[in-house]
């Protein structure tokens, strides 16, 4: 197992980071497939427990979100999200209608899909098209890597006190804030690294702002992991899909992207 998530990890991180820095049309493809997928995912989970959200219509509603916010930016989210809603709600009442037996509940299955996953992911979109967008997204990403190591190395090593232990039983408090520092303190490095790696002053990027956004991610991020543990959990699956031999899923991958994507955003906004 570990072998197998090392050499995808190998793998596919020189692909990622290529296309975080080509942007454009190759950085929304990658973005868009993981997204669609997720969402696939997140419908497919609760069909597990005999709900009906429409599979095809919660991607598709994702995926909308995404093409449009890369195109047209926050111009048609509202009327996006409004033609969703109706269409979905219409979508479950036709299902009700042929037999369904809780088509109320279906529809906030497919809705929140479609939000969660494709509105705030969305925000891995809005990041990258800011000035400088592809050295911000390579320290938030990163950042959840960072924290996710440490947490993980010092709750093993001093871990007591669980952290939450019906949605993640291995979790402790110790790990939690061992991540917090060391996602913070890696925010400060990379902030510190980056300008002269770009050959440029990048607009806001200091050591104390990349501190600042590590301590935010590494805070609130892990909440994304444990939202996709809650989701697991119910539908009683380990890992949300299979697309990743040894990372399981897409929604495995980019639940803490959702959040870290979302905050980096807004902080950039603010700071620059």
Known sequence: MLKQRVLVAVILLPIGIALIFAGGLAYLVMVAFFMAVAAGEYAQMFAALNRRPHRLLVAGGALTLLLSRYFWGFHYDVHLIAAL??????YHMADYARGAPESGTDFAISLSGMLYIGFIGAYMISLRQLV???WWLLL????IWIADSGAYFAGRAWGKHKLSPRLSPKKTWEGYLAGVAAGTLGGAALAAAFPPLAGHEVAGMTPVNGALLGFLISTFAPLGDLAESMFKRQAGVKDSGHLLPGHGGAFDRVDSWLWAGLIAYYFVTIVT
């Open 85 to 90: 809603i109706l269409l979905t709600v219409v």
């Open 140 to 143: 938030a990403l990163p950042v």
């Open 132 to 134: 400088d967008g592809a």
